[in-house]
């Protein structure tokens, strides 16, 4: 047995050897051929331009910021970056770079400064708002605003703590310390000359000096005004809630005409107020202490008019509760503002929007929310109007938010 074994053994040596001698020494060796592969680059981006308008919408200044970052597949790491930019001739341009770390630094001092930043945002939105505001008692409002947040900006800067400085003093010296950003980094922020189409192309190059290319089309978008979200006055009907601390909770939902707007022909239509008297304990209003409330008879309704920009969309909640003696509904309606009266409210042509809902499996002064989606079409205004029947019923927390 051993004999056969070893015999076996000498065979395969002998095999070896004769395959050995037949490689000649000008093929190259097994195990070196030469590796073609090379890095397959790729690129991810995001748009961080932001902008500045005047009350006429008329742009003031902007930043067409792209944030890049370069990347290569995970066989082959890329050791080496290179970027370009082309506008839609082919010509190559010298665009603004900025620092990937510039923003996040700025943003670490921001969190630094918090209270500060927060009371100069203020006042910042209250000086674009007041020369855009046509009522002088609102503006007298505003102004008293400014004047009381400018008295609380010169506190919060005396009393910053020597620490806080010492941090804002330090990342503000890591801001000087930045390198300039280059077409050869990793990651970098791109600042286009303005909008249009260009290419921006990505070389990566791997630690065997192999590259490849990638290149994509970017669409530099014209910067246009955030669409404003409208203001509802006295949203929750509660007191003391209008621009100037006034109200009593429903100043703002008043018909132009009771004798116009009455469901009945006539008589007083202004809503009553619910007010929860033990707030915390249970079946609280969404929110406030005070509601709308609409006795069973269906002869108050509310009635605001609201500005809005045209062609923008929006969604408006609100909540309902209702009694659940016998049938009941809320009917929320958006109108034209060319609408008159109660008689052309129910007219489908100036209905921009409406929902009805009942007490049809509600649980008894258990508020629900619901939402009420419109297009603002060819309209400035629109109006919001709500009617009751059957039995008695509560609205309150009305918001809107532009889609």
Request: glycine share 6%.
């Amino acid at each position: 047995m051993k004999t056969k074994i070893s015999s076996l053994k000498l065979l395969a040596l002998a095999t070896v050897l004769i395959l050995s001698s037949c490689v000649s020494d000008d093929l190259a060796d097994v195990g070196d051929l030469e590796d073609i592969t090379g890095p397959t680059p790729f690129y991810n981006y995001s748009d961080v331009t932001f902008a500045e308008f005047d009350c006429e919408d008329v742009e003031l200044s902007s930043n067409y910021q792209f944030n890049f970052q370069a990347g290569s597949n995970l066989a082959v790491n890329g050791t080496q970056y290179l970027w370009s930019v082309a506008d839609s001739d082919g010509n190559n341009l010298d665009v603004t770079l900025i620092n990937k770390d510039l923003p996040v630094l700025e943003l670490l001092i921001d969190a630094e400064l918090a209270e500060i930043v927060a009371i100069e945002e203020d006042i910042a939105e209250l000086e674009f708002k007041i020369p855009c505001e046509d009522d002088p008692a609102r503006v007298v409002v505003m102004e008293s605003q400014l004047a009381e947040l400018e008295l609380a900006l010169v506190a919060a800067e005396n009393a910053l703590t020597d620490d806080v400085l010492q941090n804002v003093a330090d990342l503000e010296a890591q801001i000087l310390a930045l390198d300039e950003a280059t077409l050869q980094d990793q990651e970098l922020i791109i600042e286009f000359p303005s909008p249009g189409t260009y290419t921006v192309g990505l070389t990566v190059t791997d630690n065997l000096n192999k590259s490849n290319y990638t290149e994509k089309l970017i669409t530099v978008n014209q910067a246009v005004p955030t669409i404003p979200v409208p203001e509802i006055a006295e949203a929750s009907f509660e007191d003391n809630s209008l621009f100037d601390g006034s109200g009593d909770g429903r100043d703002s939902w008043r018909v132009p005409s009771n004798d116009a707007w009455s469901p009945l022909g006539g008589g007083t239509t202004v809503i009553q107020i619910n007010t929860d008297s033990s707030p915390g304990e249970g079946a609280d209003l969404p929110d406030g202490v005070q509601a709308a409330k609409f006795p069973a008879g269906g002869d108050r309704v509310a009635y605001q008019e609201i500005e809005v920009t045209p062609g923008a969309e929006y969604v408006i909640t609100y909540f309902t509760a209702f009694e659940e003696d016998t049938f009941g509904q809320m009917k929320v309606s958006i109108l034209s503002p060319n609408t008159s009266n109660y008689a052309e409210a129910q007219l489908e042509e100036n209905i921009i929007a409406t929902r009805t809902d009942t007490n049809v499996d509600r649980v008894d002064n258990v508020f629900k929310q619901h939402s009420l989606s419109f297009e603002a079409g060819d309209n400035e205004s629109v109006i919001i109007f709500a009617t009751n029947s059957g039995v008695e019923s509560r609205l309150d927390a009305f918001n809107i938010v532009v889609r």
